[in-house]
T-cell receptor, first 115, second 115 residues
Framework: NAGVTQTPKFRILKIGQSMTLQCTQD?????MYWYRQDPGMGLKLIYY???????DKGEVPNGYNVSRSTTEDFPLRLELAAPSQTSVYFC??????????????FGPGTRLTVT | AQSVTQLGSHVSVSEGALVLLRCNYS??????LFWYVQYPNQGLQLLLK??????LVKGINGFEAEFKKSETSFHLTKPSAHMSDAAEYFC?????????????FGTGTRLQVTL
């Protein structure tokens, strides 16, 4: 099992550009999550999904969009990049078999810089 | 809403010394609590979790944590620090409301281990 994979590892965007951060998991997990990590701020939840076709907003969804067409994939879209979106982005997944008791598995992250 | 407070953004210990990383939580219902570790340029990895079974939880790499309801604490300890323990540590509480298990993270504690 590769677990949770994310691409790209690094990206520099200009203000106003758009991009998609890819996330794939091969553990057949129903639950998937996108977080951003800023220095000294911990991780903040952007969006999450409880299964294919079902997504919902987290704590900081503005400026982002997601889709979940398959169990495996959960891409995060930035439409008009802004400097405030400079961050490290983590994708995570969880089985969901016993809500709250199971760990989330994290990908290695994507470091995004918007200039 | 649930929240987590980690006291001390940076902790420095000598190799072989006791490691104590503090975490206090706020929750209106019995919480599920987690400690994650993040090594440089990597994603988060679960160290241990409390899910209302034993109050003393043992994790990987010799770490353990004790759930104390009266103190609303879940401090992480390790009897003897090793250089390889240098990393950032995050405490998290699980939000059992709604349809998905969402984690609320603390702001993290960076552990430095010196010779």
């Amino acid at each position: 099992n590769a677990g949770v994979t994310q691409t790209p590892k690094f990206r520099i965007l200009k203000i106003g550009q758009s991009m998609t951060l890819q996330c794939t998991q091969d553990m057949n997990h129903n639950y998937m999550y996108w977080y951003r990590q800023d220095p000294g701020m911990g991780l903040k939840l952007i969006y999450y999904s409880v299964g294919a076709g079902i997504t919902d907003k987290g704590e900081v969804p503005n400026g982002y969009n997601v889709s979940r067409s398959t169990t495996e994939d959960f891409p995060l879209r930035l439409e008009l990049a802004a400097p405030s979106q400079t961050s490290v982005y983590f994708c995570a997944s969880m089985t969901g078999a016993e809500l709250g008791a199971y760990e989330q598995y994290f990908g290695p992250g994507t470091r995004l810089t918007v200039t | 809403a649930q929240s987590v407070t980690q006291l001390g953004s940076h902790v420095s210990v000598s190799e072989g010394a006791l490691v104590l990383l503090r975490c206090n939580y706020s929750s209106s219902v019995p919480p599920y609590l987690f400690w994650y570790v993040q090594y440089p340029n990597q994603g988060l990895q679960l160290l241990l979790k409390y899910t209302s079974a034993a109050t003393l939880v043992k994790g990987i790499n010799g770490f353990e944590a004790e759930f104390k309801k009266s103190e609303t604490s879940f401090h992480l300890t390790k009897p003897s620090a090793h250089m390889s323990d240098a990393a950032e540590y995050f405490c998290a509480v699980s939000d059992l409301s709604g349809t998905a298990s969402k984690l609320t993270f603390g702001t993290g504690t960076r552990l430095q281990v010196t010779l």
